[in-house]
T-cell receptor
Framework: KQEVTQIPAALSVPEGENLVLNCSFT??????LQWFRQDPGKGLTSLLL?????REQTSGRLNASLDKSSGRSTLYIAASQPGDSATYLC????????????FGQGTTLQVKP | NAGVTQTPKFQVLKTGQSMTLQCAQD?????MSWYRQDPGMGLRLIHY???????DQGEVPNGYNVSRSTTEDFPLRLLSAAPSQTSVYFC???????????????FGEGSWLTVV
């Protein structure tokens, strides 16, 4: 059974700092991995999607990497801003022919001005 | 382009009542799914569908029914609401077709349900 774990559960950093959020999964047979952002009381917004054949994806100040063999992904946020404060969730799609995502519990990030 | 639309956004039910959470997407996506989000439990899959007329169970299907009569709609029915079903419910959709989508999954804004 696929399990997804995110560490740390919460993180507080000063504005401007570079930071790394971690995601690990137990079964390397994944179709893709996706990072989401969730603001309080809101839905999930997709940030980056990495296909199983890819090693990383970048969007602006965000960079996500994937190491299937070790069952790990990282989300790197450069030059953090208070507007980055949110909960970040990673999720793996185990099969292409379903919509079944397995989520981690999330990392709640606070960026202090 | 509305994306994934969920209604209602907030609902209070009494134990034993039934209701339907509506979900519609206008992106012609084949795959649709329902998740619930609870503190300390994360998001868990309730039911999913890979196309019109095809549905299957996820991790926590008990107490919920779904149907997929059209590509656009995927309603979630609570047959007899229980306090344990107090949660935030999210509908999601995705497509395998076309490189531009990148298989990204799109979520609705959520439905907050309280069962008293």
């Amino acid at each position: 059974k696929q399990e997804v774990t995110q560490i740390p559960a919460a993180l507080s950093v000063p504005e401007g700092e570079n930071l790394v959020l971690n995601c690990s999964f137990t079964d390397s047979a994944i179709y893709n991995l996706q990072w989401f952002r969730q603001d309080p009381g809101k839905g999930l917004t997709s940030l980056l999607l990495i296909q199983s054949s890819q090693r990383e994806q970048t969007s602006g100040r965000l960079n996500a990497s994937l190491d299937k063999s070790s069952g790990r992904s990282t989300l790197y946020i450069a030059a953090s801003q208070p507007g980055d404060s949110a909960t970040y969730l990673c999720a793996v799609l185990c099969s292409s022919n379903t919509g079944k995502l397995i989520f981690g519990q999330g990392t709640t990030l606070q960026v202090k001005p | 382009n509305a994306g994934v639309t969920q209604t209602p956004k907030f609902q209070v039910l009494k134990t034993g009542q039934s209701m339907t959470l509506q979900c519609a997407q206008d992106m012609n996506h084949e795959y649709m799914s329902w998740y619930r989000q609870d503190p300390g439990m994360g998001l868990r899959l309730i039911h999913y569908s890979v196309g019109a007329g095809i549905t299957d169970q996820g991790e926590v299907p008990n107490g919920y029914n779904v149907s997929r009569s059209t590509t656009e709609d995927f309603p979630l029915r609570l047959l007899s609401a229980a306090p344990s079903q107090t949660s935030v419910y999210f509908c999601a959709s995705r497509s395998e077709r076309g490189q531009s989508s990148g298989n990204t999954i799109y979520f609705g804004e959520g439905s907050w349900l309280t069962v008293v």
